[in-house]
Every structure is written in C-alpha cells, then in structure tokens.
C-alpha cells in the first residue's frame, strides 16, 4: 500500500485532512507532529471519526537527522502534505527569527528527505498572506505579491520559492502549492476543532471563548477603508481546506499537473469583515457578543480575499460551507470542549 505523510497531522487543518485522508483514500497515513501547537488528544479524537488506523512519529522537521531516522523504515511514499509552521502573525511579529528558523528549516529537511526517498509529490500549505495589500481584489494565483505584511507571511512566500527552486532542480518532484484564506470553523460532528495549545491570537476562537466569558475579544481597529471600516477576509471551513487536498493529491497522483508546480488559492471568494463574521457568530449561537475595539494590530493586512476558479476549473475543487456554517461549527466546537469532549 502506498503512504502519505502529513506534517503537522496533530494540528488544526492537519487533523481535519487526516480525517478526510482516512476517509476517503486506501492510502496508508503517517502522521509527523511535535506538539509544538497541538496536542495528542488530537489524535484520539481523529480516531473516533475515522475507521481504520494510521501511524503517527513525534518528530521535530528542523532535527534532520531525527527526521531520517524515526522514518528510516519507511517506503514506498506517494507524497507529502506539509502543514507543520508556526502560523500565528502577532507572534511572528513578536518573534521573527522563531518563525524563519522554524518554517524555512522544517521545510528545507523535509525537501531533503523528499529527495532521499524519491517522494514524487508535495503539496505546500501556504496562506493568503503572501499577498501583503494587494493592489485589486479579489486576488488571483498571478497577483504581484507585495511586501510580506508580518514574518509569517514572509516565511510562505520564501517557502514557495524555495519549492519552485527545488522542483527545477529535481524533475522528478511535483509539487501543489495551497494557498489557504482564513480557515475556521470545526468538524461538522462537533466532536474535534481548533484547539490552540495557548491563548488564541486568531478571531474565531476569540469569539467562541469570549461568548462563554473565557476570553474578551477586542476587534483590532474599525478605521480601515472598507465597507465598514473593519478588516476584510475570506474565510474558510477548515473541512473546505481539508478536502482540497484530497484533490491536490489525486490531481498530482494522477499526473493531470501541467507544470512541476501549480498554485491555487483556497478561498469563498467572498470578502467579509470582521463585525459582519461578529453578526453571523451572534445569529448562529444567539449569544450577543460582548466586544469592544481597539487600535489596529500590526502586521494586518485590510483587506484580502480569493477569486478561485483556478481550485474549481482544475482541481474540481469547490467550497462547500457557509460563513454561518463555520461559525455554528466553531460554536458546537467550543461547547463540546466545555463538556469536556
Ligand atoms: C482575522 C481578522 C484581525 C483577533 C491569518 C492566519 C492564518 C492564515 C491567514 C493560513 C483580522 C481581526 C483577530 C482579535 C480581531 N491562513 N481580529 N481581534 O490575521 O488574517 O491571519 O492569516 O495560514 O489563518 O495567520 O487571522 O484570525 O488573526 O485575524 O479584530 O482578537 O480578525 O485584525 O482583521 P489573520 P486572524
């Protein structure tokens, strides 16, 4: 049986594709995370939504020598999706140099091992944020990037070209490059979401915490030159994104690729501020949500949001999901983890 590995498998958008690998693919799935933003228990709640097993390492990417080891008995790889990067903007503001050791390191081993086990296929997560502030929207696969508004975004756009470097460079390697809006929301079975390890810098869960009095959300500037003043984004359920990269893979397994590397954006395409996704939070849950504003964050950027019809027209990609539904998901979510689940 051929084997997929998935980096940062234990994380949010990493768990929610192992459940969707597991699924719906005969793959056999490894699993690599080093609980830096995640935890075990990801694991088992994986487990109680899929039905057969899949192999997990505790490995660190930027130890090269523990990745070749720990996987030194592995073969027979059809590819790689790579989620493990730290992820967060405000923290990559706070800690630039964490963020460029991490994400650029893991992913410099990871390209190596690649290349040591002949892995044919590679799909990169990499996110909206290499737009910067664009100059039009929505912003499609071609848009100019401009300056990298926070680290974070900096570390996707040196990844992705890092990627296109090695793909010249070894034929052999195919790769799909994703670039993800905002993802948010949980499973739809309520039982398995976004859990940050520490205290969420990313709305969603600000929201979810802050309608149960265990967070105090403060919208980050309502000034900017939008519809309504406040930022603008595209968000995505993260099922959305998960699915993707089924379809990622079969598009590469299945060499309809035209080039070593394709690029795609994982967006709704549709633009929605920050009160507008506050508005949908407060219809969903009936919870009036109790927030004030603030000054604005740094590293945001405006306003950004997909045109997608490349995800469509090649990978037969399509979002399934309503801004409403990502935020009753995220809400079930958020109750099942005051129960305890
Ligand atoms: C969204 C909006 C904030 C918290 C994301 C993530 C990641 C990446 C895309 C893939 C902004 C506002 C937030 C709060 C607020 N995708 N906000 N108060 O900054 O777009 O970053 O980039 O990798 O999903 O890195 O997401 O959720 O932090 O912010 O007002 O307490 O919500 O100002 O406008 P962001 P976010």
């Given at each position: 049986?051929?084997?997929?590995?998935?980096?940062?498998?234990?994380?949010?958008?990493?768990?929610?594709?192992?459940?969707?690998?597991?699924?719906?693919?005969?793959?056999?799935?490894?699993?690599?995370?080093?609980?830096?933003?995640?935890?075990?228990?990801?694991?088992?709640?994986?487990?109680?939504?899929?039905?057969?097993?899949?192999?997990?390492?505790?490995?660190?990417?930027?130890?090269?020598?523990?990745l070749r080891l720990q996987l030194s008995g592995l073969t027979?790889?059809?590819?790689?999706?790579?989620?493990?990067?730290?992820?967060?903007?405000?923290?990559?503001?706070?800690?630039?140099?964490?963020?460029?050791?991490?994400?650029?390191?893991?992913?410099?081993?990871?390209?190596?091992f690649?290349?040591e086990k002949?892995?044919?296929?590679?799909?990169?997560?990499?996110?909206?944020?290499?737009?910067?502030?664009?100059?039009?929207?929505?912003?499609?696969?071609?848009?100019?990037?401009?300056?990298?508004?926070?680290?974070?975004?900096?570390?996707?756009?040196?990844?992705?070209?890092?990627?296109?470097?090695?793909?010249?460079?070894?034929?052999?390697?195919?790769?799909?490059?994703?670039?993800?809006?905002?993802?948010?929301?949980?499973?739809?079975?309520?039982?398995?979401?976004?859990?940050?390890?520490?205290?969420?810098?990313?709305?969603?869960?600000?929201?979810?915490?802050?309608?149960?009095?265990?967070?105090?959300?403060?919208?980050?500037?309502?000034?900017?030159?939008?519809?309504?003043?406040?930022?603008?984004?595209?968000?995505?359920?993260?099922?959305?994104?998960?699915?993707?990269?089924?379809?990622?893979?079969?598009?590469?397994?299945?060499?309809?690729?035209?080039?070593?590397?394709?690029?795609?954006?994982?967006?709704?395409?549709?633009?929605?501020?920050?009160?507008?996704?506050?508005?949908?939070?407060?219809?969903?849950?009936?919870?009036?949500?109790?927030?004030?504003?603030?000054?604005?964050?740094?590293?945001?950027?405006?306003?950004?949001?997909?045109?997608?019809?490349?995800?469509?027209?090649?990978?037969?990609?399509?979002?399934?999901?309503?801004?409403?539904?990502?935020?009753?998901?995220?809400?079930?979510?958020?109750?099942?983890?005051?129960?305890?689940?």
């Open positions: 049986m051929k084997t997929i590995i998935v980096t940062g498998g234990a994380g949010y958008i990493g768990s929610h594709t192992l459940i969707e690998l597991l699924n719906n693919t005969d793959y056999n799935i490894v699993s690599i995370d080093n609980f830096s933003n995640s935890s075990v228990a990801s694991y088992d709640r994986v487990k109680k939504l899929v039905s057969r097993p899949f192999q997990t390492f505790n490995i660190d990417l930027c130890n090269e020598n523990d027979n790889i059809e590819g790689v999706i790579h989620f493990a990067a730290f992820k967060s903007v405000p923290d990559s503001v706070a800690d630039p140099v964490l963020y460029y050791f991490n994400n650029i390191n893991s992913l410099n081993n990871l390209l190596k690649s290349k002949q892995i044919r296929n590679f799909i990169f997560s990499s996110s909206c944020s290499v737009y910067g502030n664009a100059d039009e929207l929505p912003v499609t696969e071609d848009t100019p990037l401009k300056k990298a508004e926070s680290p974070y975004g900096h570390t996707k756009q040196i990844g992705e070209e890092i990627i296109r470097f090695f793909c010249a460079s070894n034929p052999w390697l195919n790769a799909v490059i994703l670039r993800y809006f905002n993802p948010v929301g949980a499973h739809m079975s309520g039982l398995t979401g976004e859990l940050p390890v520490t205290k969420p810098n990313n709305l969603a869960p600000i929201i979810t915490q802050t309608a149960l009095g265990k967070n105090t959300l403060t919208v980050f500037g309502s000034d900017y030159n939008t519809r309504d003043g406040y930022c603008v984004r595209d968000y995505i359920h993260v099922t959305d994104i998960a699915d993707a990269h089924i379809k990622a893979l079969h598009y590469l397994t299945e060499h309809r690729n035209k080039k070593s590397v394709s690029l795609y954006n994982l967006g709704t395409g549709n633009g929605v501020s920050v009160l507008e996704v506050i508005q949908s939070f407060e219809k969903v849950s009936g919870k009036k949500l109790n927030y004030g504003v603030g000054p604005r964050r740094e590293g945001d950027v405006v306003a950004v949001y997909a045109n997608n019809s490349l995800a469509k027209e090649e990978l037969g990609w399509s979002p399934q999901y309503s801004l409403d539904d990502m935020m009753l998901s995220a809400w079930k979510w958020q109750l099942t983890i005051e129960k305890g689940g």
